[in-house]
Structures are given as structure tokens and as C-alpha cells.
């Protein structure tokens, strides 16, 4: 049995884990969190993008994705909801951050807020009266959400419509650290940032009653509400929550990319994030993390074989769907106190 | 023997018709505070349909619910648990990929006032309703004889603990009445008699059962009152010896002898 620990990678370094002390896990966070913070100056290895810049790249795609991912697997993965309108909320944001920093003076630091009140307001009014919905329904309401959406900034006024809109601000230096298009090694930080915010926020909920009453929804609803869980209630902050992640991505998004237009935030993006999160493993942190990583580097790392780019894409996808049906890394849960009883007999 | 009190549950008249099917046809039914109630009948008499009113998961036709002085009619499912009702599953409902202990836990946040915004920050409340909840839920598990599985998966735990990981469950949310369904299906024999103490042990708690059973000698060990349903209509309501030789009773059970007809 001992063997066998080292060769599933995920039990091992939750074992690690587990017997490492306070000092221990912080080395091991801060250590982890310098080594992704040096990423943008690896771009000469072999790691380098053929076309796309590196660092550009791990703001976006990569960066983004997992950033959406995370805030989608609030939704699909912790409570169990199909949410195919996800889009529909980073479009939100990256209209906030659009519309207000080429109207107002506002700047993207202001605004992100903003951004995410307006996502997570949405969240609640698409959540009240759908939430009643399960499974397939829900996904075909969410799914309309997000076509909805999109369909109403590409036919406003407000919006520019089909234009899109451009000169949006970029961010404003913070201290020393400037915001630049040719090296967008800060982005990458700020995206960064904003990840372990997340990450923070989902590890704290799902040890405590909100975390509770998602896993009790997601794997019995009816039980849920008969032992006195508020389903609809916690369904709704899921979802809302989901819907903040979105939007911080969407106004960070718009203040990078300093242009956006309505053809940004089809349904793809919505399939593609979902993709992400299956790829890689439906409620489990690390899993969707390593999934969106790779889903984002990917089709950027082979752009060299151009036109048979999502030819690959898709095999690698189908293959590794093929191998491992829950995905890169498994949502499973460890039944700490048997594993301890074990190792000690 | 704890003390029969005043009536905790009353279910005037209720009828509930699906269609043109009628599962409850004018139920009188009033459960008193402290005793052990048995609710028995053949296979579709109704009884889980009654379980199912109280609980809100039907809205009966018409009739009405009181449970404690509230009536039930219009409570949603969680606020009916957060009454005071609690039930178990005919066909266990556990979530499997919860541990024995978050089970519970789950249950026993249905009193707590902390929600997602004392969650994240780590607000006092949160933190204290946490560990108290933590320590409840430890209790019960102790109580109903299965801490030993605290850690295990609620999927992984054999049949019988999983049976009385339902019962823990649903004390978790504090209730004064109790619904049992089913509980001792699939046992066997000595695995009920420990079940029957369990839910002796259970009312001594101070909680007040209803109990759903097809087992006889459990029942009759076991319960104050009986009542006998069968195709929805309430047939005998008595102490058990009385209920056990009662013609009607006897006739829904066994049918009617071929020369008596």
C-alpha cells in the first residue's frame, strides 16, 4: 500500500500536507506563490509561445481561465448547478470597466468593485426565479442568460453596439509596479491576486455551513431541505458568488485588453470554461486550476501547427477525457481518520 | 417512561388526492407529546403519503396540519425541520460523500443564524456556532452509539450503521417529533432489538416519535399507540394489544377468510 501512495500524486502531497506543521504549510505556500510569481520571466525556455508573447499569454488565456474556472466551479462544481451562461457575467464586468472608464474618470481599481456589484446583481435576478429549475433546465435558462446578454450589448446604443467599445483605461501603476502592453508581467500578478483571493474564499466556505448546505444540495436536494437547509438560499449565493468571480475577471479583462466587443462573449466562452473546470477535475480546487492551465497554454503552445490546432486540442481532450472520466484530479474525499488508523497499525 | 403530555401533532381531516387516486381519505391523527406513536397499514395505506403532508412535501387537498399550536399548511420544507419535525428516509438518504460527522453537522445548522458573509470572515458568531455544532453533532453521534465512524464517508458506512446515521441525522436539527420511517427495514432480528432500544432510549431523551414499521413484535414491544391505516382511511387507534386483535386490522392484514365472505 505504501507503494501505491507515491504513485497517486494527489494522496501524497495531501499527506504532506496533512503531517506538515503550521511554519511548514506557510514555507510551502509562500515558496509556491514566489515560484508562480516568476513565471513571466521564464518566457525564453521551452515553455516560451511560438507566436503569442509568454507573458501575454499567461494573463490570457491562462490566467483568466482559471480565474473564470474557479468562480464557475463555485457554481457547478461545490452546489452541483449546470450554469451554461457564465459568460453573461464576465461580459458584465468587462462592460462596467468599459462603459464607466471611457465615460467617467473612474479608474479600473474603482471600478472593479463596481464591476462586481453589477455581476453579482445579475447573479441574484437570474438566480430568484430560476433556481427552482434542476439540472437540464437550469442549464437551457442559464444558457439563454448568456445569449441574452450578449444580443443586448450588440444591439445598444450604450454598448456601440457590434463596434465594440475601445480606448479603454488601463489600470494605474500601483507604487513602482507599471502597467504595460509590451510586458505584462503586472497583469499576471494582479490576476494572480485575485486567484488566491478566490481560492481563499472557496476554501474558507466549503469547511464551514455554506460549504455544508452546496455539498448537501449538490448531492441530495430534497434531504437538504427536509433537514432544514435553505436550499434556494444557498443556491443563490453560490451563484452569486460565481457571478463575482466573473465579473472581477471581465473588468480586468477590459482594462487589458483596452477593447471589447460583443463577439468576446458568445456561448463558447461559457463551453469553453465549463471544459476547464470538467477537464480538470468538477469541484476540486486543484484540479480546475491544473485543468484551466492547460486548456488556456495549450492551443498558444502549439499555434505552430497552426490549422491543426484544434484538431490536437480536441484529440487531447478526448483522450484525457477517455483516461480519466472525472478528470486531471478527481474530486474524492479522503477519509482522514481511516488513513491515520492505518498508517499507525 | 417518560410522562404522555399534551397533543404536539394533530392532523384534522386531511385528505391528499393525487389525480383521481386517493392515498389519505379524512385522517384524524394527534400525536401527544412523549410517546412512541406507531403509524402500520399494508403496502400503500398510506403511511409515508402522511409522513410526506407533515413534512411539506405534498400540500394535502384539504384538512389541516397544526404541529404545536402552528399550521403546517403553508411552511416551506426547511422552515417545517426548523419547527421542530424531523424525518428519516424509507429508502436511505444520506449524503454519501459526507462524512458520518458532517452529516450531522449539516443538521444542526438549521438553528444557527450564521450564514455566507460570517463564514468568510470569520465573524465570533460563526466561529462559536461552528465548534458548537461540532460538539452537538460529536454528542449525538455518541448518543445514538455510531462515534466510532465519525470520519467515515456516510456512502462507505455498512447498512446498519448508515440506518442509524438517519436516525442521528435527523436529531441533529433538534426536533420535538420524530418520524421514523421505516427504520428497522432490513434487519435482522437482533439488530432490531437493539434498534428498539435505541428509539426507547431516544424517547427517554425527551423527543417525541412516529414511527412507521411492518414489524410486529418491534411495534408491540415498543409503542404507546397504534394507529392502522388502510387505503388511506384510519381504521383502529388503540394500545397495541388492543390494535393487535381487532377484526378490521386483522382483515386488512390477512385478508378475509374465503367462508366468511
Known sequence: MKIRNYWNLRDYGANIWENAGRPVRVAIVLVSIVLVGLLPFTGGSFLATPIASFDAVLVYPVGMFVLMSLGLNIVVGKSGMLDLGYVAFFAIGAYTMAILGTTTKLNTWEIMPIGIAFAMIAGVLLGIPTLRLRGDYLAIVTLGFGEIVRLVVLNSTWS????????????????????????????FWVVMAMILLTIWMIRRLSVRRPGRAW???????????????????????????????????????????????????????????????????????WGVVIGATVLGYLPDRIRFISDARLLVFGLVLVIVMNFRPDGLLPRKKREKAIVKREANA | MAKIGKTLLKLDNVTMKFGGVTALNGVNLEVKEGEILALIGPNGAGKTTVFNVITGVYKQTSGIVDFDGTSLGNQKRFQVTALGVARTFQNIRLWGDMTALENVITATDVHKKSGVVGALFGLPR?????????????EILRFIGIDEYSDRLAKNLPYGVQRRLEIARALGTSPKLLLLDEPAAGFNPAEKVELAATIKKVRDAGYTVLLIEHDMSLIMGISDRVVVLDFGTKIADDIPSVVQNDPRVIEAYLGVPADAS
Open chain 1, 160 to 187: 456601440k453596439g457590434p463596434n465594440g467599445i475601445a480606448n479603454i483605461p488601463m489600470p494605474p501603476h500601483i507604487g513602482p509596479l507599471k502597467f504595460e502592453l509590451e510586458n505584462q508581467r503586472v497583469f
Open chain 1, 215 to 285: 455539498e448537501a444540495i449538490r448531492q441530495d436536494e430534497d434531504a437538504a431541505e427536509l433537514m432544514g437547509v435553505p436550499t434556494l438560499k444557498y443556491k443563490i449565493w453560490s451563484f452569486t458568488l460565481g457571478a463575482a468571480v466573473g465579473g472581477a475577471a471581465g473588468v480586468l479583462y477590459a482594462s487589458k485588453n483596452l477593447y471589447i466587443a460583443p463577439e468576446m462573449f458568445t456561448l463558447n466562452v461559457s463551453i469553453l470554461i465549463l471544459a476547464c473546470v470538467v477537464f480538470g477535475g468538477i469541484g476540486n480546487i
Open chain 2, 126 to 138: 460563526a466561529r462559536r456556532e461552528e465548534s458548537e455544532n461540532r460538539e452537538r453533532a460529536m
